[in-house]
């Protein structure tokens, strides 16, 4: 079965500070691994994706990725974190067991960025 | 490019009561996914809509069912309401191919008293 864990349930950064969220997965076969980020009341906002290739991700509002087969890892990361980023963040890894478009997510983690 | 569209935003039903929710998904989008969101159970998998059919299911009881129409548009309903079912459902519309992501909607949000 495909899983992903999000070993923190909170992240506290100070605003211009560098960030991460960590995630690691356990997948038969090559992940599909997302990150989304949820504000209150809201829906997940898709933020990156690995499908194959480059390790290293680049996605939405500076936002990037790490992929790292041997730690199983894909940990989310910001070079200089705003306050506007605190949210709830999922990671998730596409069920290649079903074939079809189903997420397993993880737990979430709570980002507080201070300013 | 219009996003995905859940209506209603909030419910509020009683015990026993049943309820539908609908989501329009991205244009062009064949495949519609529902989660359930509960502080303590977090995002779980209901079920998955390609082309009118169910092809995914997740571990939930019959009371919880879907359909999806020839436009895409899908509908969950839950029969027999109970208190547990206050959650957050989220509505996810996806392409064809598994390496694209899903697209989310704003969800909505039901509350059983």
């Known amino acids: 079965a495909q899983s992903v864990a999000q070993p923190e349930d909170q992240v506290n950064v100070a605003e211009g500070n560098p960030l991460t969220v960590k995630c690691t997965y356990s997948v038969s076969g090559n992940p599909y691994l997302f990150w989304y980020v949820q504000y209150p009341n809201r829906g997940l906002q898709f933020l990156l994706k690995?499908?194959?290739?480059?390790?290293l991700v680049k996605g939405s509002y500076g936002f990037e990725a790490e992929f790292n087969k041997s730690q199983t890892s894909f940990h989310l990361k910001k070079p200089s974190a705003l306050v506007s980023d605190s949210a709830l963040y999922f990671c998730a890894v596409r069920d290649m067991d079903t074939g079809f478009q189903k997420l397993v997510f993880g737990t979430g983690t709570r980002l507080l960025v201070s300013p | 490019k219009a996003g995905v569209t859940q209506t209603p935003r909030y419910l509020i039903k009683t015990r026993g009561q049943q309820v539908t929710l609908s989501c329009s998904p991205i244009?062009?989008?064949?495949?519609v996914s529902w989660y359930q969101q509960t502080p303590g159970q977090g995002l779980q998998f209901l079920f998955e809509y390609f082309s009118e059919t169910q092809r995914n299911k997740g571990n939930f009881p019959g009371r919880f069912s879907g359909r999806q129409f020839s436009n895409s548009r899908s509908e969950m309903n839950v029969s027999t309401l109970e208190l547990g079912d206050s959650a957050l459902y989220l509505c996810?519309?996806?392409?064809?191919?598994?390496?694209?992501?899903?697209?989310f909607g704003q969800g909505t949000r039901l509350t059983v008293v």
């Open positions: 996810a519309s996806s392409g064809e191919a598994l390496n694209t992501e899903a697209f």
């Open positions: 690995y499908i194959t290739g480059d390790n």
């Open positions: 244009s062009g989008h064949r495949s």
